[in-house]
């Protein structure tokens, strides 16, 4: 599902983010890049979502080579991949559902499948039933799990999170870790940017650790 093949990114100023990092994430499975601010965590996101391409080297997502995507491909390739954010970036001036609709409102959906898609996505996050309200009347992990349903109503095969659990306590830190198992257990790639070193030990999942842009570890369950 991605696979980076001896990536290497510098930027303009020189600066190398990325150095020489291989690695692959199979289909179903979930893990974590951690590392150090300014490791590299964000440009390796970057470059999964084709905002930005690899120096050299290849990053593979779902079968393609994102570099050679022409301008009008990368749409598609994004369509498949759901993004979390640590600020959950909603809409306040918009209800739930028509956050999590926002995706599908781009795309053209027809409202009534739209409309089916939503519920779906509020149901698997556990929302249902509060589709109408604004996202101020929800608790911290209730926003971010709205956040979730937005990037899951597409379907994607692979969910990037970059610190989905930055701003949440422990308890809500877990609650959200158990909503993305959900979508590992149905056959969703995860990949998770995360500082949070005790809840990455306690979950014990693969673990991709950066340092200063090199990848100096990959521990944990993967399957790769």
Excluded: W
Aim: charged share 25%.
């Amino acid at each position: 599902m991605i696979t980076f093949d001896n990536v290497s990114k510098q930027y303009v100023s020189g600066e190398n983010a990325l150095s020489d990092v291989s690695f692959h994430i199979a289909k179903g499975e979930m893990a974590f890049v951690t590392g150090h601010s300014g490791a590299g965590k964000s440009s390796l996101l970057k470059l999964i979502l084709a905002t930005e391409k690899c120096t050299a080297g290849a990053v593979i997502v779902n079968g393609s080579n994102t570099s050679k995507l022409r301008k009008r491909e990368i749409p598609f390739l994004r369509r498949r991949i759901g993004s979390v954010f640590q600020d959950h970036q909603l809409l306040n001036d918009r209800t739930v559902a028509d956050n999590v609709a926002l995706p599908l409102d781009i795309s053209g959906f027809e409202r009534r499948d739209a409309q089916r898609r939503v519920r779906a996505a509020l149901d698997k996050v556990g929302l249902l039933g509060k589709e109408a309200q604004y996202p101020a009347a929800l608790s911290g992990g209730e926003q971010q799990r709205v956040g979730i349903a937005r990037a899951v109503v597409n379907r994607p095969s692979i969910i990037l999170a970059d610190e989905p659990t930055g701003n949440l306590d422990p308890e809500l830190s877990t609650e959200i870790m158990e909503v993305f198992e959900q979508f590992k257990n149905v056959g969703v790639s995860l990949l998770i940017a995360s500082h949070d070193v005790a809840l990455i030990n306690r979950l014990d999942y693969r673990t991709l650790i950066l340092k200063n842009g090199e990848l100096i570890g990959d521990t944990g369950r993967g399957e790769s």
